[in-house]
Nanobody
Framework: QVQLVESGGGLVQPGGSLRLSCAAAGVILSIGLMDTMGWYRQAPGKERELVAEINRRGLSRYGDSVTGRFTISQNNAKNAAYLQMNSLKPEDTAVYYC????????????WGQGTQVTVSS
């Protein structure tokens, strides 16, 4: 099994920045099978949506609403992923979940417990 632990959420004013971190821990074999790490988010009353994902080769993709403002990065040696969020908007308010996807799968296999991001003045 793999545990994903997020940190870095909080309250920020519109236009501000936050950086989320996620560290994977658990069975080494399971972590090795995890090809992609990423972030999803869910706002109250809305469906969960992709924020960003990155694979071990460094290829990334972003949700339409965050492209150009958010940047995902990783540290393969530490089995960690990071999400730099700039120019935050109130509509970015949500619970952000770190995810891990096993090689060959289309949807995340592992989910973190979530961290709250609130953008408000």
């Amino acid at each position: 099994q793999v545990q994903l632990v997020e940190s870095g959420g909080g309250l920020v004013q519109p236009g501000g920045s936050l950086r989320l971190s996620c560290a994977a821990a658990g069975v080494i074999l399971s972590i090795g099978l995890m090809d992609t790490m990423g972030w999803y988010r869910q706002a109250p009353g809305k469906e969960r949506e992709l924020v960003a994902e990155i694979n071990r080769r460094g290829l990334s993709r972003y949700g339409d609403s965050v492209t150009g403002r958010f940047t995902i990065s990783q540290n393969n040696a530490k089995n960690a992923a990071y999400l730099q969020m700039n120019s935050l908007k109130p509509e970015d308010t949500a619970v952000y979940y770190c995810t891990g996807t096993i090689r060959g799968k289309d949807y995340p296999t592992y989910w973190g417990q979530g961290t709250q991001v609130t953008v408000s003045s």
